[in-house]
């Protein structure tokens, strides 16, 4: 079956990820996003044969095509240390782009899969978390997506919407922003800098493949108005992913390791539970921890002047914001909210 699919978000480390699999297996691809800051869609792949919708999802004016069959809501400001020192900016772009998305296809009957986050748990230490356990945000980025999913909800009950929702646990792989704790890593590693691993924290990591055949399934067999986990259900603490990157370079120096997080925007622990996508569409992970990082560090290796470009940002320690690469794509329009 093939369909018409908008997906929002396109041009970042999930949509475009996503774009090129859902193209792979037949899907006609609509591109939404309001720029291509980090360069992913100027490399050559199948996205340059796509459409691609330049707007502001927050501003509400924009139109789709007549055609489109299902939407994919993935477009956010992410990050939750930006959010921390920009959480205004934050929380009105993922609440506004999200009801705009919302708005749009019940007036036009488009079914919805919305992306959220396993951040909307929080986090504590010894818990492994279920679609049914309640919203505990720790930070302005999971409330925004507390507020999206009530809003989805909200519209299938008010406005008869087909809306399904998938929460995104730790994910990792090729073309992710080298501001997050593994490619960020990766390309310390290929400039002959020490590792750099802060905070103690657990988290549910996942190979960005395995979720993308998840979000499949779930558009295409998931029920309406059900909410489900994408994750492992395993945790590992950054210092285990600090050895898991050092046995990948034998040249490594000796990772630095300091137990404070830099902002308090985090649980201590976020490992979540799966059960209900394996036992309902019969999703597992196929690619174990070991094996994601080896393929992610080979294809950061065979992609060095994508990651480089970002080598201030992942040379600058993460007790300053300097390091967060949205500081720099959202200069001009967070600057009137200081």
Not at 187 to 194: A, E, F, V, Y
């Amino acid at each position: 079956m093939c369909l018409n699919i908008v997906i929002t978000g396109a041009s970042g480390f999930v949509g475009f990820n996503l774009s090129q699999y859902l193209a792979q297996k037949g899907h006609r691809i609509t591109l939404v996003d309001q720029d291509d800051y980090c360069q992913r869609l100027l490399h050559r792949s199948p996205l340059h044969e796509m459409s691609f919708i330049c707007c502001d999802l927050a501003e509400g004016r924009f139109n789709l095509p007549h055609e489109t069959d299902y939407i994919i809501h993935l477009a956010a400001m992410p990050h939750v240390d930006y959010s921390y020192h920009h959480p205004r900016e934050v929380f009105r772009n993922n609440t506004l782009s999200t009801q705009a998305i919302l708005q749009y296809a019940s007036e036009h009957h488009i079914p919805v899969a919305l992306a959220s986050s396993v951040e909307v748990y929080g986090g504590a230490m010894g818990r492994v978390y279920h679609e049914s356990d309640e919203y505990a945000p720790v930070s302005p980025y999971s409330a925004s997506k507390v507020a999206c999913e009530t809003l989805a909800l909200s519209y299938a009950k008010c406005y008869q919407l087909p809306v399904k929702i998938f929460r995104l646990t730790n994910l990792y792989g090729p073309w992710q922003l080298p501001d997050r704790i593994i490619p960020r890593n990766f390309g310390r590693m290929m400039d002959g800098l020490p590792l750099d691993i802060q905070g103690s924290a657990v988290r549910d990591f996942l190979y960005v493949d395995d979720a993308l055949r998840a979000i499949e399934l779930i558009m295409l067999n998931g029920q309406d108005q059900q909410i489900y986990n994408i994750s492992t259900g395993h945790g590992t603490t950054m210092q285990e992913i600090g050895e898991l990157l050092q046995s990948l370079h034998s040249t490594i120096r000796a990772k630095e390791i300091r137990e404070q997080e830099p902002t308090q925007s985090r649980g201590s622990s976020l490992v979540v539970h799966s059960g209900k996508l394996r036992a309902e569409l019969g999703w597992f992970p196929q690619i174990t921890l070991e094996q994601g990082l080896e393929r992610t560090f080979r294809w950061y290796q065979e992609h060095p002047d994508w990651v480089r470009q970002f080598s201030r940002e992942y040379h600058t320690t993460r007790e300053t914001r300097g390091f967060i690469i949205d500081m720099a794509r959202y200069a001009v329009s967070t600057a009137k909210d200081r």
